[in-house]
């Protein structure tokens, strides 16, 4: 069984960047479809990115051309890089696993087709 354990956020000015880390342990995330989510507080935790295994990526509007993964060699470390983050980016953040090798465009983002969960790690950004 797969683990998965969030790191790197925190507080940042409109404008800035973090890079999210997730850590697999028990296997390595190429055997995965993974995925970032985040949720704010009263909302509904939503999906922001998704890769399959075979490298294929997906991006929700809201993050498109400011957020992309980044992969380590070894399928252990996959992080998300974050860059002119908004107010609005505020969430805690979420990795997720799945055993779909691929998911369609309409299920890519969605939380119920993910299995293996990290606990979170919070973005906060200012104004």
């Known amino acids: 069984q797969v683990q998965l354990v969030e790191s790197g956020g925190g507080s940042v000015q409109s404008g800035g960047s973090l890079r999210l880390s997730c850590v697999v342990s028990?296997?390595?995330?190429?055997?995965?479809?993974m995925a970032w989510f985040r949720q704010a507080p009263g909302e509904e935790r939503e999906g922001v990115a998704h890769i399959d295994t075979s490298g294929w990526q997906m991006y929700a509007d809201s993050v498109k051309g400011r957020f992309t993964f980044i992969q380590d060699g070894a399928g252990k470390t996959l992080s998300l890089q974050m860059n002119s983050l908004k107010p609005e980016d505020t969430a805690m953040y979420y990795c997720?696993?799945?055993?779909?090798?691929?998911?369609?465009?309409?299920?890519?983002?969605?939380?119920?087709?993910?299995?293996?969960w990290g606990q979170g790690t919070q973005v906060t950004v200012s104004s």
């Open positions: 028990g296997d390595t995330y190429s055997s995965y479809s």
């Open positions: 997720a696993a799945t055993h779909y090798r691929h998911l369609t465009t309409s299920q890519a983002l969605d939380r119920s087709h993910y299995i293996y």
